[in-house]
């Protein structure tokens, strides 16, 4: 079906207002105020933001929401409201497709992130515009989302084309039907939807043209020492590039009791940490920076790979936005994957 674009929103803060439906908070991407910044940041809709539902990916990732930087997981309030979660992009949804994995399955269950996937509806947005740094397609995906949205949204003109995937996505249509005048005509993705997302994938393709690669990762592993030290030569071990990752989950918990209260807090680890895995005895796996650095590479395309069956990387490209080493994540790895297992040929004489 379609909706003009400013029902959509308006529709967004009556769910809020009226309370209509069960979604007691609603997050979408909103300009930070007072800046010309062509980069939105998730925030909670409230009377005087400014949604910024198109163009493309946040600053910062859908995890945030979800599986937020420090949470009290013990004991867990399970009494949290229903949300509804707004304007993510396609790097975003996949990203929350192999959280799901990781966070929600037969051996291990965190109870405050399946709290949040089980009370929130994902209603994601096809990308109208790239930042420099995506990379989606060299990561096997698309300016849009295929799977692991409830319900999505894609810009047709002065409209968007609706869709549900879910029964909580055709919950949420089911209301829009309800309370807005939509045109229900169009029960199948329109031709000109189809064309925009062509002319999309070809602008983040051609925007990575000089960071094609093979997808054949498994090299990563054979590539010798030396060539990790070089390419990790900037880096300082900071650990924003994981924590900003969409798909980096590593937790370190804290016993916060006081007394006869039992409480346990959840925060996000870093493998590029010095203190990552350590044991008491000081010990630590990856002492070196080039270590810790070449592991992070290695768990986004070798190890997710083999345990969640998709990459742990989804091309959103803030890895190399927040490095203060301004190292180039995609460059890191078209040099990785072109090196021979047996090293790079020495520089001959000039
Ligand atoms: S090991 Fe490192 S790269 Fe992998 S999920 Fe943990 S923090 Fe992220
Ligand atoms: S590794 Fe970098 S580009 Fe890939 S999903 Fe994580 S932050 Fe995005
Ligand atoms: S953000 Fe850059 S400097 Fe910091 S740990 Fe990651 S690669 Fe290293």
Redesign the pocket.
């Known amino acids: 079906m379609l909706i003009p674009l400013d029902e959509l929103v308006n529709f967004l803060r009556r769910c809020l207002n009226e309370h209509i439906g069960p979604y007691r908070e609603v997050y979408l991407p909103v300009m930070p105020s007072g800046q010309d910044s062509p980069h939105s940041t998730l925030a909670p809709l409230r009377e005087k933001t400014c949604p910024a539902l198109d163009g493309h990916r946040t600053i910062d990732p859908a995890k945030i929401l979800v599986y937020g930087a420090r949470e009290r997981v013990a004991p867990f309030d399970r009494e949290s409201l229903p949300a509804l979660l707004a304007g993510v992009k396609a790097c975003d949804v996949k990203?929350l497709e192999i959280l799901d994995r990781a966070l929600i399955n037969e051996d291990f269950v965190d109870p405050a992130y399946k709290s949040w996937r089980d009370r929130t509806t994902v209603l994601s947005f096809d990308c109208t515009d790239t930042a420099p740094t995506c990379h989606c397609t060299l990561a096997g995906g698309k300016p849009y989302a295929e799977t692991g949205f409830d319900a999505n949204a894609a810009r047709f003109g002065g409209h968007y084309f609706l869709s549900a995937a879910t029964d909580k996505g055709r919950t949420l249509l089911d209301l829009i039907r309800k309370h807005v005048r939509v045109d229900t005509t169009h029960d199948r993705i329109p031709a000109a939807v189809e064309a925009r997302r062509a002319e999309m994938t070809a602008k983040v393709e051609s925007q990575n043209a000089e960071f094609a690669r093979s997808a054949e990762y498994g090299r990563l592993r054979s590539s010798p020492p030396e060539v990790w030290k070089e390419e990790s030569r900037e880096c300082v071990g900071c650990g924003a590039?994981t924590h900003?990752?969409?798909?980096c989950y590593c937790l370190i918990l804290n016993d916060e009791s006081q007394a006869a209260n039992f409480v346990k807090v959840r925060s996000y680890d870093s493998c590029q940490l010095h203190g990552y895995a350590r044991v008491a005895s000081g010990a630590s796996p990856r002492p070196r920076v080039d270590e810790r650095f070449r592991h992070r590479y290695l768990c986004?395309f070798v190890f997710m790979k083999k345990e969640f069956g998709s990459l742990g990387?989804?091309?959103?490209?803030?890895?190399t936005e927040a490095c203060p080493g301004g190292i180039e994540?995609r460059s890191v790895v078209r040099h990785l994957m072109e090196t021979p297992p047996g090293g790079r040929p020495a520089a001959g004489p000039a």
């Open positions: 990203a590039c900003i990752c969409p798909t986004k990387c989804t091309g959103c490209g803030r890895c994540f």
